[in-house]
């Protein structure tokens, strides 16, 4: 079982990335799948999470309007697309996988991506 996040990079604020998440070694159709980030000195906070099935997408406040998270249930992946990028988005983003339904906690989630860097800097 391995999640691979791709797509970080350095970008000027008001630019955008497209952040994904390829699964392989189960089906991401039945988990939820969350987008993490990390930044220096704070903690993980949970970005955005899509539901089994596309039930539910929930966004943090920091990122609503901005982030759109979304699902190719044929390539096994979760991607998502980051506009309007600011200073305060620079993290390391991590992808991860629960069962069925999303959860605000990192520690609820079970596969764990190796984390991609996004700098937004001038």
């Known amino acids: 079982v391995q999640l691979q996040a791709s797509g970080g990079g350095l970008v000027q604020p008001g630019g955008s990335l497209r952040l994904s998440c390829a699964a392989s070694?189960?089906?991401?159709?039945?988990?939820?799948i969350g987008w993490f980030r990390q930044a220096p000195g704070k903690e993980r906070e949970r970005v955005s999470c899509i539901s089994m099935s596309d039930a539910n997408t929930d966004y943090a406040d920091s990122v609503k309007g901005r982030f759109t998270l979304s699902r190719d249930n044929t390539k096994n992946t979760v991607s998502l697309r980051m506009n309007s990028l600011k200073p305060e988005d620079t993290a390391v983003y991590y992808c991860a996988a629960r069962r069925s339904l999303c959860r605000s906690s990192a520690s609820a989630y079970i596969y764990w991506g190796q984390g991609t860097k996004v700098t937004v800097s001038s």
């Open positions: 070694g189960f089906t991401t159709d039945y988990y939820a």
